[in-house]
């Protein structure tokens, strides 16, 4: 009676079954429940659900003549189906009100406990589905009747609630799944907008990657099994046999899993489920793998030759199928699409349990409904995949993402929207996105509620363009974001709220605003003599002058031009000393060198000048042509501020730290205290009408400025107003020993004597950003300190007792002093001049900072694994170090190899220069040992190459060459921060001597 | 047509360009006075009261918008014309000039004929 009712419904339920759509299953269900009792007696049918916001039974489907209204407060006080011929039960009879208190009716209870395929992660709660079939008769049913129609109403109704448990749960995870998606998206366009592209998908797709790997294995098919089971056990009553399974091959199809198993009368394989093809390969079972010894078993067609015989073998071996006595076995290929994804069989003890063809057809039917469950379990996964994935990526990225419902109200944030607002969650949540984070414009003004991105969003059902606002963080501070906001759409394309994403813009910000100011300085300073120069010009051109006339225009013209001319070249060096392009020559030269051109400039005012220099200085390392250039600029200011003349006296001394001081005095205007801070800056110029006649770029001093620094010295001035003024910088001098850049031997000892600490410290004055690097510090097994500014970082390092292992240094810092002064201060420190600094910055002053003898240098926006990867190099004893040598010669590369590889250096080697400069560019060796003398590239090439590229621009060179250089190819080599060794010259002490020179080898 | 010599005052803090200034307008017979800086400029119109001024606006001292904005201000001072002369070119700039009261606004680098074009039409209303 139940297989042929089932089989009667077959195709409605499997439909049923297969639909994720809810509407469409509430409508099948009646119609399946008329089918049932319609044909005997006139039925309204309802199907309810449970509303959990009204706490009572709605209908979500019912027949027109069923009042749509009804709702029922109650839950049925039996907790399985039952036939009620007349309803007495005062609640049920309240419920069904006058009109239908009175009639018989069926109440089969919906109720699905579980999620159907898979749990949702996290542990979040998850709807359940609870409801009821409602079937009110117009007249009295047969008692005997009532049981069949309600036992195939009770079997209607399984189907249903799993049916619509496994819809409501799917649209819950796509619902979010398309949620996360517009996040995901919203967040991409900001990304992109503002980020390097490339950086950023790398960054994502590496990291994510080992998240969606542990989310496929967690999201393993448990509960396809469970589904599966049921099938089964359906069957194997349904078909009156013993035993059913379902197997499913796998993706390769080398294994065979049996999924789901049921038995009656025989004892359940044991692990039968952890069977597989491999397995039972192995299980050599002679004489069996014959078709015909097995009578009654026939595979389908749609079952592959691999899988019949695996099959086979899986069910003689642990069903023990014999060729006798084994029963009939019927089995089905379960095939989605034109893809067989596995078999149903099943198996009965007698052998004259024949199959009929009702029997064949209801079984397809089922092994259809298996497919349709496994499709369902795989879509499912696929979209719970992808839910995981946008999760993870929210969860991760350095951008504040938040949610908001219609009314704008955040629904929730991502960790790094806390981050950058410095406020808890619950601070937040359930308040308008505008106020909780109090957004103004840019400069501070309030918004009117309808400019705001998120309500625009909304209204025009698009994201917007990313915006610049002020926000207040939870600190009291404000702070510049740049906002975009994207509308949230479900499934169905219905907007239920708004999608804000955001990144901290204050330090962008600040960049762009100086630069307008520096460029709106730089206008002014060029349109000024440019005014004059046009002027005098057109006057010339329009009017009739008398020869002195003439001649006064021209001059004019003539020392404006001149002035224009000046303005630009310092203008050009001062950018490419700021950008870290300039590169200096190095060499010892003697003070007297740069002094003597100097004086040679200044000869119409050379009774003026008084020089002091004391005999036997030492040398200096220094470029000469770039001290000649600040040395006369010193002494030109002094003679132009002195207007009323007056001596001018440069005097040279060595000072307490071996550095040599020059210092420039003269006895002029002097500086008024208030206008001496801002001196070495950009443009300025005293503010006193007295001096304007004086001209000058209003650049000469930042451009000393810069060159002292990259030096490695210090300049700075003394003035009382009226008094005149004494400018002193410090220069290195030639250190005893082989030739080396400055700064590089300090890398040297680093490496050596700290190791017992692993605390970092962080000086970075944007504290979010350093906080995060502080984390994934923590990460990496370091503890920090965090600093925002260099003043700090000098005064807690001056007290500190232990030093920190390495600091991580931000070269824009807000304060008097930025990165580079710190850098220069801690290098010129003995104490501490051995604490590996690592250059985090956006600025791309790779050669500068070398220069200046850093150990490592990071671009932001900073990569986790790199930074780790650094402070470890930094901050071990015996790094690994990789050379790369570079000759045409075998015998060469050979010796080098060997002579290295003994003294543990590890040693990759290139017999061209081309491939020379792809393993550099790719392995980034520590030092690139280099032969001058090669065919199609030579050295110099390989040098220039290395030099302007950005990944290769820092690693140190060797030249090793037999070639005789001429002093401009001294110089060149010199340029390019080259070590130069001749072949002649070349012992295994000597190259040693080098590399570690150039690593910072501790010996 | 005999009219009284017209007092026009040049403030520049760049000596090339009152230079500039005065050959422009020298040779129609203005009685040319000339300041160095924003003090001087304010000093010299409150004493000699001259019909026009030409003034820079970056000078050292009080710049040119306050030096306008203290002469329009001030009922003794308010007549004198004043044509602005700067040498950024931005909107806020003209703004700025507007709202200190000038009454006219030239951006360097400017032409010598535009300049006396304009400074002869001013004279003549």
């Known amino acids: 009676m139940q297989v042929e009712n089932l089989a009667h419904l077959d195709t409605q339920i499997l439909d049923l079954l297969g639909s994720l759509d809810i509407n469409y299953i509430a409508i099948q269900t009646l119609q399946l429940a008329h089918a049932q009792s319609s044909p005997l007696v006139a039925a309204q049918i309802a199907l309810l659900q449970w509303d959990v916001t009204a706490s009572c039974l709605c209908v979500l489907a019912a027949d027109p003549t069923f009042p749509q209204d009804f709702t029922a407060d109650l839950k049925f006080p039996t907790a399985g189906p039952i036939f009620v011929p007349h309803p007495t039960e005062p609640a049920l009879v309240a419920a069904l009100g006058p009109g239908l208190a009175n009639q018989s009716l069926f109440w089969i209870p919906l109720r699905q406990s579980r999620p159907v395929l898979a749990a949702p992660p996290n542990n979040e709660p998850f709807p359940l589905f609870e409801g009821a079939l409602l079937v009110i008769c117009s007249q009295p049913w047969p008692e005997g009747q009532a049981q069949v129609v309600l036992d195939n109403l009770t079997r209607l109704g399984s189907y249903v609630t799993t049916a619509l448990a496994k819809a409501h749960e799917y649209q819950r995870v796509a619902n979010e799944y398309f949620k996360l998606e517009t996040m995901r998206k919203t967040w991409h366009q900001l990304w992109f907008s503002v980020e390097d592209k490339q950086k950023a998908i790398e960054r994502l797709l590496g990291r994510n990657q080992a998240l969606h790997d542990i989310g496929l294995a967690i999201n393993s098919s448990l509960d396809l099994k469970e589904v599966l089971t049921r099938i089964v056990n359906e069957t194997v009553k349904m078909m009156a046999v013993t035993r059913g399974a379902i197997a499913l091959w796998s993706e390769d199809n080398q294994d065979i899993r049996i999924l789901a198993e049921h038995s009656t009368n025989v004892p359940a394989t044991q692990n039968l489920t952890e069977i597989n093809f491999s397995e039972v390969a192995e299980d050599n079972l002679a004489g069996l793998d014959d078709d015909n010894q097995l009578p009654g078993l026939n595979f389908p067609s749609e079952i592959s030759h691999e899988a019949v015989h695996s099959l086979r073998r899986l069910l003689t071996r642990y069903w023990k199928l014999q060729a006798t006595g084994s029963g009939s076995t019927l089995i089905t290929a379960v095939r989605w699409q034109k893809q067989t994804l596995g078999a149903i069989i099943l198996n009965h003890p007698a052998p004259d349990r024949s199959f009929s063809k009702e ?84 400069d501070g003004k309030a918004i009117i509620p309808e400019a705001s991105p998120g309500f625009q969003a909304i209204k025009f059902r698009s994201a917007t363009e990313p915006r610049i606002f002020q926000i207040k963080l939870a600190n009291g501070q404000s702070a510049l974001i740049a906002l975009v906001a994207a509308p949230i759409a479900d499934s169905g394309d219905v907007i239920s709220g708004a999608v804000g994403v955001f990144r901290d813009v204050t330090r962008e910000q600040e960049v762009v605003r100086m630069k307008d100011e520096f460029v709106s300085l730089v206008s002014h300073e060029l349109r000024t003599p440019m005014a004059s120069v046009l002027g005098f010009a057109e006057l010339i051109l329009t009017r009739k002058l008398t020869e002195s006339k003439l001649n006064l225009y021209v001059e004019t013209i003539h020392k404006e031009a001149q002035r224009l001319s000046n303005l630009i070249g310092d203008f050009l060096d001062i950018q490419r000393m700021e950008d870290g392009r300039q590169l200096y020559n190095f060499i010892e030269v003697d003070f ?105 770029t209003g650049l000469g001093l930042a451009i000393s400025r810069e060159i002292i620094e990259a030096h490695g010295g210090k300049i700075w001035l003394d003035s009382e107003l009226g008094q005149g003024s004494t400018f002193t910088f410090t220069l290195p001098i030639k250190h005893s020993g082989p030739a080396q850049l400055p700064g590089l031997s300090e890398i040297a000892q680093n490496v050596s004597s700290l190791t017992d600490s692993r605390t970092v410290l962080i000086v970075e004055d944007n504290v979010s950003l350093g906080r995060l690097i502080g984390t994934y510090l923590e990460e990496g097994d370091f503890q920090y300190e965090l600093v925002p500014s260099a003043e700090q970082a000098i005064q807690l390092l001056d007290h500190a007792e232990i030093l920190p292992a390495t600091i991580v240094l931000d070269i824009g810092l807000a304060g008097s ?175 040693r001597q080098l590399l570690e020179q150039s690593v910072g080898l501790a010996e | 047509m ?38 001087k400029a304010l000093e010299m119109a ?49 703004e700025q000039a507007e709202a200190s009261g000038a009454d006219h606004f030239m951006t360097k680098p400017f032409s010598p004929a535009q300049l006396l074009r304009l400074v002869e039409e001013v004279l003549q209303k």
């Open chain 1, 359 to 442: 029997d064949h057809d209801l079984l397809n039917l089922i092994a259809g409904q298996a497919a349709v469950a496994i499709e369902n379990a795989r879509l499912f996964k696929a979209v719970t995949d992808e839910r995981n994935r946008s999760r993870a990526i929210l969860n991760s990225i350095a951008d504040g993402v938040f949610t908001t419902d219609l009314d704008l109200k955040i629904t929730s944030l991502n960790p790094a929207a806390l981050q950058l607002t410095k406020y808890a969650a619950s601070d937040l949540l359930g308040r308008v996105y505008a106020e909780a984070l109090g957004i103004s414009d840019r």
């Open chain 2, 2 to 39: 005999e009219q009284p010599q017209a007092t026009i005052l040049i403030a520049d803090d760049e000596d090339a360009l009152r230079f500039l200034a005065c050959e422009t307008l020298m040779d129609d017979s203005y009685q040319i006075l000339e300041a160095k800086d924003g003090n």
């Open chain 1, 592 to 696: 007297d060198l740069v002094l003597r051109p100097v004086l040679d400039i200044f000869t119409a005012q050379r009774e003026r000048i008084e020089v002091n220099v004391p005999e036997n200085l030492p040398p200096l390392w220094a470029d000469p042509d770039r001290i000649v250039q600040t040395l006369t600029n010193l002494v030109s200011n002094a003679i132009k501020y002195s207007p009323k003349g007056g001596q001018v006296i440069i005097v040279a001394r060595l000072n307490q730290d071996n550095m040599l001081e020059i210092a420039v005095k003269d006895f002029g205007l002097g500086i008024p205290q208030e206008a001496q801070g801002q001196l070495f800056s950009k443009f300025y110029r005293v503010d006193n009408t007295d001096r304007r006649e004086i001209g000058g």
């Open chain 1, 817 to 991: 002093m930025d990165g580079w002064d710190l850098l220069i201060y801690l290098k010129t420190n003995p104490r501490l001049a051995a604490i590996p600094i690592i250059i985090s910055t956006v600025q791309d002053n790779k050669v500068r900072g070398l220069s200046l003898g850093q150990a490592a240098y990071l671009s932001k926006p900073l990569d986790t694994r790199k930074l780790i990867e650094t402070i470890n190099r930094v901050t071990t004893n015996q790094p690994q170090r990789n050379i790369l040598v570079v000759d045409d010669d075998t015998n060469v590369r050979q010796l080098l190899k060997e002579t290295l590889t003994v003294q543990d250096f590890v040693v990759a080697t290139a017999a061209s220069g081309e491939q020379g400069l792809k393993l550099a560019a790719q392995n980034r060796p520590d030092v690139v040992v280099l032969d001058l003398m090669m065919p199609r590239m030579d050295g110099f090439q390989v040098l220039a190459h290395l030099r302007s590229h950005r990944e290769t621009i820092d690693i140190p060179v060797i030249i090793v060459s037999a070639k005789e250089l001429t002093h401009s190819e001294r110089e060149y080599l010199h340029n390019g921060l080259a070590f130069f060794l001749t072949k002649s010259e070349y012992t295994p002490q000597r190259i």
């Open chain 2, 46 to 94: 409150q004493s000699q009261h001259p019909t026009l001024i030409l003034l820079d606006v970056a000078m050292p001292g009080l710049t040119g918008f306050e030096v306008c904005q203290l002469l329009k201000g001030d009922p003794a001072t308010a007549d004198i014309i004043i044509i602005m002369l700067t040498a950024h070119g931005q909107n806020s700039d003209r």
